[in-house]
């Protein structure tokens, strides 16, 4: 009985040393990590300025703007540093930039990146400024330490929220994602590695695809909401001498319309091709499939967008696509430069009125899909159960081009240009292909 009890002693004495143990490793643990932060912060803080703005908007809709100073990152020794447009919403007249050394200085803003909503200021310093070490993107993963550092409510220190990388290429290949408190007291300072290293710079982007990507202050309603973005530094480095020389880098547009549909699952099928567009240049039409972009598979209206999102207004791509369908498809490989805004368009105008009911319907043949049966044209165009190729004409509207070319009545339009019309939507689709002033050869039967 007495060697059972110094047993349990013994036993619990080593489970009390070994607990011991693993809280003093715990600890040990906790300040290993808190010192490795705090030496990140410190490599990158020198390269972290304060920028005060002066004068400008006070609202831009119903988005108050921030007032305070804000945060930049200097990304070369000459003078140039990288800030979040959201920052600069407001058109600040003025601008200064407190530098490392404590002295303040005025800024000019000499670019604006819209497509990653960054600005571009310069400032005129006396002697080099500390570049931060940029991160390459293939040795960054999801849960690595991420350390959001801005420098606004202070100017002789800076504020520190910690998290983690939660995902790679979001916004369409633009930025990576943080679960680090972001908001107006960090954007346009640098989310940093354990190591010091600058991953990319802060600012409010909108997780929703649509016009509110383009706006300066979109995205901010997500402040310190565990749902931060940063534009990768590595690409800033990349783009720079470009952004200094062209002072506006927008982003790039092709000029369709796409195949309605979940995105993630539908084909990139071009529904309208808008007129003097980039893919306009670049021979594109309706019904062509997108199926790459500079030699990388395109299967989904997605994998578009991650091709073609990030580039900017003057890049240049190859795209493949296909056009027909079966033993009739062939690919074509074509270039594209993408533009930063699409001409003003002027519908075409034909001048005739269709039938009503007019047939939806083109005759079968080989390589067609199967046309449903309860499809039918007007009694008054085919017999029964028989579909009619074409749009019979109701009206046409006096001194029109219709007119002028000879059409009637009572015609039976079955062609436009290249293209065979089958229903009302096909010829509006073929038509706002085309801008006032096209030439269009037009198709018709008259009985």
């Not at 920028?51 to 809709?61: E, P, Q, S, Y």
Request: glycine residues 8%.
């Amino acid at each position: 009985m007495n060697a059972f009890r110094v047993l349990s002693l013994i036993l619990a004495l080593a489970c009390c040393s070994l607990n011991n143990v693993l809280a003093a490793d715990d600890a040990d643990v906790a300040t290993l990590e808190q010192k490795a932060l705090n030496a990140a912060v410190d490599v990158v803080a020198d390269s972290v300025v304060q920028i005060r703005t002066i004068g400008g908007l006070d609202r831009l809709g119903q988005q108050e703007l921030a007032q305070g100073p804000t945060t930049g990152l200097i990304v070369s020794a000459d003078g140039y540093i990288v800030s979040s447009a959201f920052n600069f919403a407001q058109e600040p007249a003025s601008v200064l930039v407190r530098l490392p050394g404590g002295e303040q200085r005025s800024a000019e803003i000499v670019g604006r990146d819209t497509n990653r909503m960054l600005v571009l200021l310069k400032v005129e310093a006396d002697e080099p400024l500390p570049v931060p070490q940029a991160v390459a993107m293939d040795e960054v993963r999801p849960g690595d330490w991420a350390v959001a550092v801005g420098r606004t409510y202070s100017a002789d220190r800076v504020s520190v929220s910690v998290g983690i990388v939660s995902a790679l290429d979001r916004m369409h290949g633009r930025a990576l994602q943080t679960d680090a408190n972001v908001s107006a007291a960090n954007y346009g300072g640098p989310l940093v590695d354990v190591q010091g290293r600058v991953l990319g710079v802060l600012a409010p982007m909108a997780p929703q695809s649509g016009a509110a990507e383009t706006s300066a202050v979109a995205g901010a309603e997500y402040y310190d909401s565990g749902i931060g973005f940063a534009v990768p530094l590595t690409h800033i480095l990349d783009v720079l001498d470009r952004w200094k020389d062209e002072k506006e880098l927008k982003r790039g547009l092709l000029g369709v319309s796409l195949k309605p549909g979940n995105a993630h699952a539908t084909p990139p099928t071009i529904t309208a091709v808008w007129p003097r567009s980039p893919a306009a240049e670049a021979g594109w039409k309706l019904k062509d499939r997108i199926i790459a972009v500079e030699g990388k598979p395109v299967d989904s209206q997605t994998d578009l967008r991650f091709q073609v999102t990030p580039r900017y207004a003057g890049d240049t791509l190859e795209v493949t696509i296909r056009r027909g369908k079966r033993d009739d498809a062939k690919e074509l490989k074509t270039e594209v430069t993408l533009s930063d805004e699409l001409p003003a368009y002027r519908h075409a105008f034909l001048g005739v009125l269709p039938e009503r009911g007019a047939a939806k319907v083109a005759p079968a043949k080989e390589g067609d899909e199967p046309a449903d049966e309860d499809e039918k044209s007007d009694e008054k165009q085919a017999k029964d159960d028989e579909p009619v190729a074409g749009l019979t004409i109701r009206a046409v509207w006096p001194d029109s081009p219709a007119d002028r070319a000879g059409l009637r009545a009572g015609d039976r339009i079955t062609q436009l240009g290249e293209e065979k019309v089958a229903s009302i939507d096909e010829a509006i689709a073929q038509l706002n292909a085309k801008s006032a002033g096209d030439e269009l050869t037009v198709h018709a039967k008259r009985d």
